[in-house]
Antibody, heavy 125, light 107 residues
Framework: EVQLVESGGGLIQPGGSLRLSCAASEFTGRVDYMSWVRQAPGKGLEWVSVTDIRGTTNYADSVKGRFTISRDNSKNTLYLEMNNLRVEDTAVYFC???????????????????WGQGTTVTVSS | DIQLTQSPSFLSASVGDRVTITCRASQGISSYLAWYQQKPGKAPELLIYAASTLQSGVPSRFSGSGSGTAFTLTIKSLQPEDFASYYCQQLNSYPLTFGGGTKVEIE
């Protein structure tokens, strides 16, 4: 089974930048779609972004224009570039593989079935 | 954006109880709904997808139902390892929103 390991979290001042990485044990069709999800301290899950193997991306409104998701298939790695960080971006960030199936009008998603352990981002002065 | 409203937010129950959690979508999402379980300090785990399909390895005491805007997660007989938080997520359209979560605590 695919295993995911995040890294790159840390303490950063408001307005700063950080890049998270998610290394996958394999980058085959099993991880065609990859996503980032975050969880602020004591709060629920918040979907952040998704990308597919071709590099098509989608974002939550709360991060659009500040965060960029990307992947390097040659390195089996998913990234999240985070710019202009805000205090409210403080969270544990998880990467996850999206299980999907073929549909008549395009792929449909089943759910996020493989998760990393998370990396903590703290935005504070 | 599609909003998901979970209820209740907190639930106290005993081992052996039947537990039902509800997730309501602000607009129809067909059956594109997943349920997750999360224990403290751990990543979420996928329990159910397509509203009612049990993920491989998940005990059969878990079940899901619903379509359109109303969905339920049922735990037939609560076990000690089931005390956790549960989240629904819609995968019908972007953004792929989560519900606010339900924390199941020991009564």
């Amino acid at each position: 089974e695919v295993q995911l390991v995040e890294s790159g979290g840390g303490l950063i001042q408001p307005g700063g930048s950080l890049r998270l990485s998610c290394a996958a044990s394999e980058f085959t069709g099993r991880v065609d779609y990859m996503s980032w999800v975050r969880q602020a301290p004591g709060k629920g899950l918040e979907w952040v972004s998704v990308t597919d193997i071709r590099g098509t991306t989608n974002y939550a409104d709360s991060v659009k224009g500040r965060f960029t998701i990307s992947r390097d298939n040659s390195k089996n790695t998913l990234y999240l570039e985070m710019n202009n960080l805000r205090v409210e971006d403080t969270a544990v960030y998880f990467c996850a593989a999206v299980d999907y199936g073929p549909g008549s009008s395009g792929p449909f998603f089943n759910g996020l079935d493989v998760w990393g352990q998370g990396t903590t981002v703290t935005v504070s002065s | 954006d599609i909003q998901l409203t979970q209820s209740p937010s907190f639930l106290s129950a005993s081992v052996g109880d039947r537990v039902t959690i509800t997730c309501r979508a602000s607009q129809g999402i067909s059956s594109y709904l997943a349920w997750y379980q999360q224990k403290p300090g751990k990543a979420p785990e996928l329990l159910i997808y397509a509203a009612s399909t049990l993920q491989s390895g998940v005990p059969s005491r878990f079940s899901g139902s619903g379509s359109g805007t109303a969905f339920t997660l049922t735990i037939k007989s609560l076990q000690p390892e089931d005390f956790a938080s549960y989240y629904c997520q819609q995968l019908n359209s972007y953004p792929l929103t989560f519900g606010g979560g339900t924390k199941v605590e020991i009564e």
